[in-house]
Antibody
Framework: QVELVQSGSELKKPGASVKVSCKTS????????LIWVRQAPGQGLEWMGS????????TYAGGLTGRFGFSLDTSVSTAYLQINDLKAEDTALYFC??????????WGQGTIVTVSS | EIVLTQSPGTLSLSPGQRATLSCRAS???????LAWYQQKPGQAPRLLIF???SRATGIPGRFGGSGSGTDFTLTISRLEPEDFAVYYC?????????FGGGTKVEIK
């Protein structure tokens, strides 16, 4: 069955970096884009962007700054979200999801990133 | 950016009742590129409906989607206890992809 398993919760200080992983299984990794979605505490869902798992080409939502980066390791069917120079407003639950066209038909369990001094 | 406005914010209903959730887009969505997701506390969202009216794999028949243009509806014909959750619509006609603010369906 299709599974996306994310890395565990992170507690970071402002200015630090974090790298969240999303390991997939149960399907051909390169057949579907990988999407990242953010959910701030008590808030709704925000599409952060996606990465083409064939080319590695990322697409970022307009509101994301250069502090965010998507990457892949196709040899282990894993996608990564890196956030640099963390700020308090980056505190959120981060989901990866498999793209089916432009809908998201399988999701990781989410990774909580907390930024606090 | 397309803004999706969901209403009501909260729907208080009893098991067995019918739930009708609305999602209105700030611009017309071509090809009815509108999806619905369910999210329970502490869980990831789950895809229910895509293309405005097509049920995703494994979704029970009590969930139905309808609409076109700017107005879309998710209907749950008879609420089961496991259906009490937050529901989000998402448009994929225009970039950036956007979500509505959600409707919470709570037990009355």
């Amino acid at each position: 069955q299709v599974e996306l398993v994310q890395s565990g919760s992170e507690l970071k200080k402002p200015g630090a970096s974090v790298k969240v992983s999303c390991k997939t299984s149960g399907y051909t990794f390169t057949n579907h884009p990988l999407i990242w979605v953010r959910q701030a505490p008590g808030q709704g869902l925000e599409w952060m962007g996606s990465i083409n798992t064939n080319t590695g080409n990322p697409t970022y939502a307009g509101g994301l700054t250069g502090r965010f980066g998507f990457s892949l390791d196709t040899s282990v069917s894993t996608a990564y979200l890196q956030i640099n120079d963390l700020k308090a407003e980056d505190t959120a639950l981060y989901f990866c999801a498999r793209g089916y066209g432009n809908v998201f038909d399988a999701w990781g369990q989410g990774t909580i990133v907390t930024v606090s001094s | 950016e397309i803004v999706l406005t969901q209403s009501p914010g909260t729907l208080s209903l009893s098991p067995g009742q019918r739930a009708t959730l609305s999602c209105r887009a700030s611009q017309s969505l071509s090809n009815s590129y509108l999806a619905w997701y369910q999210q329970k506390p502490g869980q990831a969202p789950r895809l229910l409906i895509f293309g405005a009216s097509s049920r995703a794999t494994g979704i029970p028949g009590r969930f139905g989607g309808s609409g076109s243009g700017t107005d879309f509806t998710l209907t749950i014909s008879r609420l089961e206890p496991e259906d009490f959750a937050v529901y989000y619509c998402q448009q994929y006609s225009w970039s950036p992809l956007t979500f509505g603010g959600g409707t919470k369906v709570e037990i009355k």
